[in-house]
């Protein structure tokens, strides 16, 4: 249980449809070596709505998602769900092994724009186990990527696939932080614009791109400007290495529990990504009214309001070193860039109709299984 998008929408979805009366459990194939608060906190949510946490012992992703395959056919004897819901790759793999045994239904939701990448016999089995499940896109890049992975294995797509985008609690903005907090929580210099990056230290994520591109500031802007990064992952070190050796203003934060809750307190977020699957982050940053400088990454690009003036090419520091420096010089109307964050938001990305929109495809999905 990390604090990954993937996992903030399972946890969103699980409490959802508990509050909507149906009976939720999640259950974590492996159990992170040490707590923290962003999995605390996620916990405590869950238990507040009622919803059933299982949490298999374990730290190794590669183990657990065979070992946890075992686990999850003896809880599914046990409990007898109506859907078992995998929304990662390696939850893909544990329940595509455990469904062929228990002959569960499974439901699958596609969070990434890239599908198996790497350990290509690892996708071959989880793909050849998720046959006719339910799968659930969240945008066309996550449609894309889908349709990519099962031509890559020589497997149809299945007949049970529909579109349904991440949605955040719109009206979630009483407990927000003030900048003023942000800057005593993270020791901020509140003379200088502050800038939040959160996600995994990964290299889909683009973390070393928006180095890259402070590393081309000129020494004026980089004295306006100071980044607050927050998270986890295996690039961690080596960015905090490179940080330290070109005396950089980037500063590093282990992950937070509702992180969108602080974005408000910072002048922008920046989302350097290379791909996404829709960027969840993207969303909560623009739903708080905050200045979003991003890629137009695949999945990304669907987040951005149309003709947003913050926005690059991926994978480009040169392109994002030139807008921190316009953004730097205080060139945009940050007020007007808010409210219209906030009115495309609101728009579209409401996290009650993506509950209501889950329900009916498991409703679909189960008369489809079962008809009458």
Known sequence: MHAGGSERVAVNL????????????VL????PAQSDCARDGLLREMAAASVRVVEFDGTSL??????GALRLVRLCRSIRPDIVHA??????????????????NSARTIHSAGLWTTHWWAGKVAESALREDLVVCISKASQRAYAEVRRRYGLHQSEHEVLITNGIPIDETADRLDRAAVVRMVGADPGR???CFAGRFVHEKGFDVLISAMEQLSASSLSRLEVHAFGQGRELNKYIARVQERDLPIYFHPPAHRISRIFSGFDAVVVPSRCEGLGLVAIESLAAGVPLIATMAPGLDEVLPPGWPLSVPPDDPGALSATLTEFATERYDTHDLGRRAVAWINH????????AAYEAAYRSFLECRYPE
């Open 14 to 25: 699980a409490c959802g449809l508990a509050r909507r009366g149906h009976e939720s459990w």
């Open 28 to 31: 974590a194939i492996t159990r």
């Open 62 to 67: 590669r183990r657990g998602c065979f070992t």
């Open 87 to 104: 929304h990662s790759d390696h939850a893909d793999l544990a329940v595509g092994l455990a469904s062929r045994i228990t002959r569960s």
């Open 193 to 195: 614009l502050l800038l």
């Open 348 to 355: 579209r990305f409401d996290l009650e109709p993506m509950v």
